[in-house]
């Protein structure tokens, strides 16, 4: 397995953010991470990454634990946040650079990579003009490349399609798709957005109160809500989070 996830809880105070988390995710898949807001998305993400300490539990990425060999675990991994964090007096290249040096590289050794990915991803021409002065869709798609560029072995995702216009949208779907495929990538998405999840993903982990409450493919998941074949993943959702009978309740008062 490429990620397990091992019994991860995590407390604050009183309130139990995750109980229990247990799933697994194998070699070139493309897996979820759905649920309604704060039900624990973010928290295991940031466990995942080693950005938070579990109250107990353990991660293991490429057999490597966050908690016992985190370097080893880390540099497995290539991470694509929400809202990107970036350098913004360094230019597109500089950046870029610097993060690959962080992994060991030299600036020879990653000039091929950075040169394919700015191409690929459209950024060649904005290369050597200050991160300030990119849109928010340029600046997502630059923390892709620097995502990419070290060839790790996972990567995790959180509200991959965020601030991205439709063709770059459909840019990144193709490219996970060939990274999970092709090069065996595995991809752990964490997304809102339910059509891309139904579109991509071979696997859904739905977590609710901090609870893995379904786990499978969109039709082991349809099975599970007693939905019928043709219901969206929207709707399976929906039913198995219990969010549905809400809906109907809160529109039948207006």
């Known amino acids: 397995m490429m990620l397990e996830i091992i019994n991860l809880r995590k407390k604050y105070g009183k309130f139990e953010a995750l109980k229990g988390i247990s799933l697994s995710v194998k070699k070139g898949e493309i897996y979820g991470f759905l649920g309604p807001n704060g039900a624990g998305k973010t928290t ?39 809202r990107p964090f970036i350098y913004e007096k360094l230019t597109g290249r500089e950046f870029l650079t610097f993060v690959g040096s962080l992994y060991g590289y030299t600036e020879k050794e990653i000039t091929r990579e950075i040169d394919r990915y700015l191409e690929i991803f459209e950024l060649k021409e904005w290369q050597n003009e200050l991160i300030e002065s990119y849109s928010h869709g340029m600046k997502q798609r630059l923390v892709m490349v620097a995502a990419f560029i070290h060839h790790p072995q996972i990567i995790i995702v959180d509200e991959p399609m965020v601030g991205l216009d439709p063709k770059g949208a ?18 752990f998405m964490s997304t809102h957005s339910l059509e891309v999840a139904e579109e991509m993903c071979d696997r859904i982990g739905i977590i609710d109160h ?34 549905a009978a809400f809906i109907e309740e809160w529109t039948e008062k207006i």
């Open 170 to 187: 459909r840019l990144i779907k193709k490219t996970f798709w060939k990274l999970a495929r092709e090069r065996g990538i595995t991809i």
């Open 44 to 82: 295991t993400i940031k466990i995942i990454t080693g950005l938070l300490l579990p109250t107990s539990g353990d991660v293991l990425v490429g057999g490597f634990s966050i908690l016992k060999e985190p370097l080893k675990a880390k540099a497995l991994m290539g991470i694509i946040p929400d």
């Open 210 to 243: 901090g609870e893995l409450i379904a786990e499978g493919t969109v039709d082991h998941l349809r099975k599970l809500a007693g939905s019928s074949v043709s219901e969206r993943l929207e709707d399976i959702f929906l039913r198995l989070t219990g969010e």
